[in-house]
């Protein structure tokens, strides 16, 4: 075990500290926008719209300029085609984010692959030329990024393997970014799938949260200057027996208090298949449950931001208005979740009772 290493120069450690700070601002949380092309598809075909770039774009435009966007939404992740995509004005969207105060991020994992001698398990690429893209990324404005790993629940698995390279490559990963002064957001996503009750998820992800944080640590990486994405701890999607909301946050916060060290600003949950209005529910019971909270606890939602959205907006431009309506309702119950103030019920989705689940979630 080498103890000899360098902690980051001050002036850098000062920088993702205070970039990580303003992610997690009071009120606020991330749109998860970095679906990648090919990821569109399922999300266009529901309204028979083709994916092509064009129609990402203006998908994209109606997100980016939803009046008050920036009251609830501190930080985007975007793709690298929407980073470089430009709206009607000609100002590309990076652009556009950050001249209304919101901080840039980008999706830098170039998604899942299977690990071979696993139990039919994955682990994430995109680390070869990490180094130079975050460089480049960090000149272009992007102050943030994303890397998503993914763990299954089954009778074997999730697998040490699995979790040792997961882990791990989030660790460098996280550790590249942050040479290049960007804040990692570190998303060790244990999946929803599965008949597992919520002791079990709870178990899962507690062990590969400390894993987690090991492989940090073994990688100097400097926690201030770091936020997780995890999944709530909920039972599987097939479980029968289900949680309350309270019982949820409960387990949730701590599994955290057990793994996560408060040298870590904040934690971002993903919606990982949950309904908007479930996913709103449960992060305003995890900022009202009694534990202590050494972070801040926000979201990072892709699908339970932006399900309403898309169903509003069905591909037709007179649905615009109505479509970014619904954007701003989303980041309304959200904002207030996170301080915990949400009245459940109080903002209803456009569909409320339409599942957001997929087996196998891609990116
Ligand atoms: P969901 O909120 O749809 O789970 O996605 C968030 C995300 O960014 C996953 O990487």
Known sequence: ??????????????????????????????????????????????????????????????????????????????????????????????????????????????????????????????????????????????????????????????????????????????????????????????????????????????????AQYKALHDHHVYLEGTLLKPNMITPGQKCPRRNSPEEVAYITVQGCLRTVPAAVPGIVFLSGGQSEEEATVHLNAINNINLRQPWELSFSYGRALQASVLDAWAGKRENIPLAQGELQKRCKANGLARDGKYVPGSIPAFKPDKSLYVEDHKY
């Open 1 to 210: 075990m080498n103890t000899n290493f360098h902690y980051l120069p001050c002036a850098l450690q000062d920088e993702l500290r205070r970039i990580a700070n303003a992610i997690v601002a009071p009120g606020k949380g991330i749109l998860a926008a970095d679906e990648s092309p090919g990821s569109m598809d399922k999300k266009f075909l529901l309204h028979s719209l083709p994916n092509t770039e064009e129609n990402r774009r203006i998908y994209r435009q109606l997100l980016f300029t939803t009046e008050h966007l920036e009251d609830h939404i501190s930080g985007v992740i975007l793709h690298n085609e929407t980073l470089y995509q430009k709206a009607d004005n000609g100002k590309t969207f990076g652009d556009l984010l950050r001249q209304r105060g919101i901080i840039v991020g980008i999706k830098v994992d170039k998604g899942i692959v299977p690990l071979p001698g696993s139990l039919d398990e994955g682990t994430t690429e995109g680390l070869d030329d990490l180094y130079y893209r975050c460089g480049k990324y960090k000149r272009d404005g992007c102050d943030f990024a994303k890397w998503r790993c993914v763990l299954k629940i089954g009778k074997h698995v999730p697998s040490y393997q699995a979790i040792l390279d997961n882990t791990n490559v989030l660790a460098r990963y996280a550790s590249i970014c942050q040479s290049q002064g960007i804040v990692p957001i570190v998303e060790p996503e244990v999946l929803v799938d599965g008949e597992h009750d919520i002791i079990r998820a709870q178990k899962v992800t507690e062990t590969v949260l400390a």
